[in-house]
């Protein structure tokens, strides 16, 4: 896999869509067997490895939705959930809180009705394993957030637990490019 994981993963996209045209209604299907496909063409735990990291050396987690709208299928949202929380125990031992910074870049409210059963996992994966990380997590920064974030969030916010919700911080399109937490 190349160094450039996105670019690499768009061709593959683009190519999907020279050989099947491109729907202009009833995209969500046509997406998720792109998804799919990439899925199971790529090594998802190195795409996983590309959507969730640790910034080394913060006890900052980067989610990048930019990686994970390209892979990102029923199949796979509880392993994506599972690698996700499994990043988070050790950022806490070493730093005792974690921040969470997610890159919604392209990110729609189409996108929003497409993964909210990604934060329904997540809820419950964590009610399993008896893990509030809300706690220890200090803030969870959203940069390029929509202009849609009002129907967004009566899509996803409503999911995401009263004591979660108020750690939010919304950065716009504008403020995230001053504001990016990964180093240049």
Known sequence: MSSNILEELEKYKQSYYSENKKNLIFKKDQKMEVASKIASEFNVDELLKKTVFIIPGTNKMYVDYLVFKLYAHPTNYLRFVEYTQS???????????????????TFTVSAAERYKEIVEIFNVVGLQNDTDY??????????????SIDHISKIIFRLIEPALRDKIVLYSKAESVLLNPLPK
């Open 87 to 105: 990043l988070i125990p050790d950022c806490i031992r070493k730093y005792g809180t974690f921040e969470c910074h997610v890159n919604l870049s």
């Open 134 to 147: 809300s706690i220890q997590l200090t803030h969870l920064y959203v940069y390029n957030t929509p202009s």
